[in-house]
């Protein structure tokens, strides 16, 4: 099965930076998989926050755009998220996501790890 375990998060100052992780475990066929990064701040639904197509396409929330960058490594199986000049309305659990290009509209789902920016 696909697993996808994200690391990076933590507890940050307005203005800092993070670099977020989420490895694929070898059942995921990465590189012609779309990633992307979810996210869901305390009573709010969640949101798209980016994602990266197999042909390395992009695409970001507004609300992040110039701040954060996707990107992926297919040798590793692995997609970061580079958050830059975070905000405390960027507090959040990020998740990561793998769409599965072989059965269509199946989806997966990393646990989450947890961006707390302080004020």
């Known amino acids: 099965q696909v697993q996808l375990v994200e690391s990076g998060g933590g507890l940050v100052q307005a203005g800092g930076s993070l670099r977020l992780s989420c490895a694929a475990s070898s059942g995921s066929i990465f590189s012609i998989s779309t990633m992307g990064w979810y996210r869901q701040a305390p009573g709010k639904q969640r949101e798209l926050v980016a994602i990266i197509t197999s042909r390395g396409l992009r695409n970001y929330a507004e609300s992040v755009k110039g701040r954060f960058t996707i990107s992926r490594d297919n040798a590793k199986k692995t997609v970061f998220l580079e958050m830059n000049s975070l905000k405390p309305e960027d507090t959040a659990v990020y998740h990561c996501?793998?769409?599965?290009?072989?059965?269509?509209?199946?989806?997966?789902w990393g646990k989450g790890t947890l961006v707390t920016v302080s004020s």
């Open positions: 996501n793998s769409k599965d290009p072989i059965n269509s509209g199946l989806d997966y």
